[in-house]
Nanobody
Framework: VQLQAFGGGLVQPGGSLRLSCVTSGFTLNYYGIGWFRQAPGKEREAISCISSDGSTYYDDPMKGRVTVSRDKAKNTVYLQMDSLKPEDTAVYYC????????????WGQGTQVTVSS
């Protein structure tokens, strides 16, 4: 089982980024993918999750500004982030597990998102 988040970078406030979580070793038909972030000196936060049946869930930190989606043929899950704020600066991670049980077994390496002018 492997996951790797891509797509981070430097973006101006109000800008957008799309993160990708490329997976291998399992099928998205049976596992959910969660997105998380962690800023320096802060605890990890849950951002969103897409379950095995395609149901989507959003947590408070970025609700209304993010959209999670997946391409099962590419074994990839996306996190579209809009209206980014400086406080969104963090390392973003994806993990596989159960959205409803909030249990995640495997974590990928994160990607840095920096929101700054």
């Amino acid at each position: 089982v492997q996951l790797q988040a891509f797509g981070g970078g430097l973006v101006q406030p109000g800008g957008s980024l799309r993160l990708s979580c490329v997976t291998s070793g399992f099928t998205l038909n049976y596992y959910g993918i969660g997105w998380f972030r962690q800023a320096p000196g802060k605890e990890r936060e849950a951002i969103s999750c897409i379950s095995s049946d395609g149901s989507t869930y959003y947590d408070d930190p970025m609700k209304g500004r993010v959209t999670v989606s997946r391409d099962k043929a590419k074994n990839t899950v996306y996190l579209q982030m809009d209206s980014l704020k400086p406080e969104d600066t963090a390392v973003y991670y994806c993990a596989t597990g159960s959205c409803l049980m909030d249990v995640y077994d495997y974590w990928g390496q994160g990607t840095q998102v920096t929101v700054s002018s």
